[in-house]
């Protein structure tokens, strides 16, 4: 029999009991939509993450820091001018860090600076939202946006005034070094990983007392982040880069979302068990129309692909009305989730993501696991001598 | 002339041969029943040939065997010169759908299906496309009378109706033998009238082979041929002189089978059980002993006798004559 007409006979075959099918399909529906939901959700962290990842640091960036053990090579001034020469480096920035007081306007403030050079605050992943980065050359300070609700001001009154800097020996922390001229705000920044603010080296007279903490190093591109890496490493330091990073959040959500895949799949499990004793039930009922089928000429091998059609059948409506419905389902809690987020002035998320491939693969999994439910009522019903179904009641 | 017709009119070489079939059911390793024993028959090319019995006769598993649903245990059965106990599933399925044509006591339709789905299903597996097999079914059940109904639900006809459904279905492949297994059991005695008449002339007008089993000895009259069959074993075997149906008409027994009508047959219930063939654990043996045809009572009246004062009843045509001419145009004769 053609295809066409097997799918015919079976789809009116699920009509004649409409109500046992109906069931059917929503049992999978359910366990369908739970799938679309959580994995939508999974992925959907995963974005937000990696996003606000992204957002913090510039992709190509390199963290370079000394080995911990003894006779690892030393980060100095030497080290950094041989990154430079690195091909496929663009940028390299040394990185002291000193613990500092910032007055200003009879406010004291006990926060940390970072010493580098003009382009630091971009590698650290900081954004300048007012003013510019501090020229090399001259006495000028990057505060962070922190740094300015701590001495309660804002970015207008602040920028372009002095403050005075003091800073705290890294040798003798008891000892305070004092900055000898005022420093100019010329720039306030938000975002990075912690609330810094951001000095040139020109700043600190004795700026052998500190130490290079770390260097960052950019790239041009990814294949260059790769090269560097492996140049920096060679040379005997340790390296973080922002893609390995990346990667090791890829690959946590990744076993996440197949966690959530596995546990909503329980819900299918059953859902599957509850089909197959579905087709089975029918099986038993139709076992006199099988054996009037075969009687009239109706073939095994059509007895066996009506069973298993209608079973993807089952499985095919349940897994696309479960898809449409997750899908509708996601929506509306992102809305809800969204409105209660901007009454308590948070940012809107997009909580739920679907990767183009993985909604077309909810319904053909469904239709597959129907096939696999209704392999063994196929195969039973093929078997079945005409004469003895017919006498069945 | 064209050359069905000279396929169906001129020769009458045997479609059906049996040669020397046995069927045992064995149960255990010492208790088994033999239904079929040692039957040899051939059935040719246009006849009504109907198996006459007892219940327990055996009468139905002889269909089923000739059928091919059931496998002998000894000996061979010829359709066509070609013999079917060899033949696969896939074979069967064929023979099934297109040689022949199998109608049951219990009518058998599909009911998830309507009618005209029920009458096209073997023209559906045959693959044939589904506005040429519509429009088969379309003109079978116009045919016989049932082109009103073709939408409807199986169950929304009478029996007589679902009956003539089913002699559709049978027909539709345009097989070569149609085979009915008790037609009329589960009918009125009107509608059985109807059935037997369209069977009749189904055989007489658009010269189908029919083989048909029956308990009832008013059918006897419609056949060229009865085949007595009793334990298993072809008791006797009459030819049907041409103009009995209609000097007997119908529901009257011949008085060449009278004495087959005896009490026992008659109190057969009206609506016997589809299943003549013994179930597991049921043999022939224990059954009471039904009245032999060897053994008559009153011996039976010579064919040459004057019929009865009585004028003959005319039977009432089901169809009209253009239906028998069309299912011939069907049948590609004309």
Redesign the interface.
């Given at each position: 029999?053609?295809l066409?007409?097997i799918l015919r006979?079976a789809l009116?075959?699920l009509?004649?009991n409409w109500l046992r099918s109906l069931l059917t399909i929503i049992g999978i529906a359910v366990a369908t939509l739970s799938i679309v939901v959580l994995v939508g959700f999974g992925y959907g962290m995963q974005y937000v993450t990696i996003g606000s990842i992204l957002k913090s640091k510039s992709l190509f960036s390199l963290d370079v820091t000394t080995l911990s053990e003894s006779g690892a090579a030393t980060l100095n001034k030497e080290a950094i001018e041989e990154f430079k020469k690195i091909p496929g480096v663009s940028e390299v920035s040394p990185v002291y860090i000193a613990e500092a007081q910032i007055i200003f306007n009879d406010k004291l403030v006990s926060t940390t600076v970072r010493i580098g050079n003009r382009s630091l605050p971009a590698l650290d992943g900081v954004n300048i939202n007012f003013g510019s980065p501090f020229e090399e050359d001259k006495f000028q300070i990057v505060l962070s946006s922190e740094t300015l609700n701590m001495l309660e001001t804002d970015a207008k009154h602040i920028l372009g005034k002095q403050i005075i800097l003091k800073l705290t020996d890294p040798n003798t922390p008891s000892n305070i070094i004092n900055i000898s001229k005022p420093l100019t705000v010329v720039g306030v920044g938000t975002g990075g990983d912690a609330p810094v603010n951001y000095i040139p080296e020109i700043v600190i007279k004795d700026l052998n007392k500190f130490q290079i903490t770390s260097a960052k190093v950019n790239a041009r591109d990814r294949d260059s982040v790769i090269a560097a890496e492996t140049a920096i490493r060679m040379k005997g330091f340790q390296v973080e880069t922002l893609l390995k990073t990346l990667d090791d959040a890829r690959n946590v959500f990744r076993w996440v979302t197949v966690g959530l895949f596995f546990i909503a799949s329980i819900a299918l499990v059953v859902a599957s068990i509850g089909m197959f004793n579905t087709l089975t039930i029918t099986l038993l009922e139709r076992t006199?129309?099988i054996?009037?089928?075969?009687?009239?000429?109706?073939?095994?091998?059509?007895v066996r692909w009506l069973f298993l059609i209608e079973a993807a059948l089952l499985g095919f409506l349940g897994g696309l009305s479960g898809v449409l419905g997750g899908y509708f389902f996601s929506f509306f809690i992102e809305f809800l989730v969204n409105k209660i987020a901007a009454k308590f002035q948070g940012i809107p998320v997009n909580l739920f993501q679907f990767p183009i491939f993985f909604l077309p693969f909810m319904v053909i999994f469904p239709t597959l696991l129907g096939c696999l439910t209704g392999l063994y009522p196929s195969v039973r019903a093929a078997r079945l001598n005409?004469?003895d179904a017919?006498?069945y009641e | 002339m064209s050359f069905f017709h000279h396929r169906y009119t001129v020769h009458h070489s045997s479609v059906v041969e049996l040669q020397n079939v046995c069927k045992t059911y064995w149960f255990s390793s010492n208790n088994k029943a033999e239904v079929i024993k040692n039957v040899s028959l051939k059935i040719k090319k246009g006849e009504y040939v109907i198996i006459f019995g007892p219940s327990g006769s055996g009468k139905s598993t002889l269909l089923y065997l000739i059928a091919g649903l059931e496998k002998p245990t000894s000996g061979r059965i010829l359709i066509r010169h070609r013999d079917i106990a060899r033949w696969k599933s896939e074979e069967l399925a064929r023979f099934h759908r297109l040689k022949i044509g199998i109608v049951f006591q219990t009518f058998n339709l599909i009911k998830s299906l309507n009618v005209w789905e029920n009458v096209a299903l073997p023209q559906a597996e045959s693959g044939v496309p589904y506005k040429e097999r519509y429009r088969n079914a379309l003109s079978l059940l116009e045919f016989l009378g049932l082109g009103k109904h073709a939408y409807k639900h199986v169950n929304e006809l009478s029996g007589g109706e679902q009956q003539r459904v089913a002699i559709a279905r049978a027909l539709i492949n345009n097989p070569f033998i149609i085979i009915l297994d008790e037609p009329t059991g589960n009918l009125d005695s009107a509608s059985a009238n109807e059935i037997l008449e369209l069977i009749y002339n189904l055989n007489r007008k658009s010269h189908h082979t029919i083989l048909m089993v029956t308990h009832n000895p008013s059918h006897l009259q419609y056949a060229n041929r009865v085949i007595f069959l009793k334990d298993g074993q072809i008791n006797r075997e009459i030819k049907v002189p041409r103009a009995s149906r209609v000097v007997f008409g119908q529901g009257q027994v011949m008085p060449e089978f009278q004495v087959t009508a005896l009490p026992e047959i008659e109190k057969e219930p009206p609506f016997p059980t589809l299943g003549t063939v013994p179930y597991p654990g049921e043999t022939t043996a224990g059954l009471p002993s039904t009245p032999t045809l060897s053994s008559p009572s009153v011996p039976p009246p010579p064919l040459t006798s004057p019929p009865k004062e009585e004028s003959p009843q005319p039977s009432r045509p089901v169809l009209p004559e253009e239906s028998y001419e069309a299912l011939r145009r069907y049948r590609g004769e004309v």
């Open positions: 029999m053609k066409v007409d006979i009116r075959m009509k004649v006199r129309e054996g009037i089928m075969k009687i009239v000429g109706i073939t095994n091998r059509t005409p004469l017919i006498r | -």
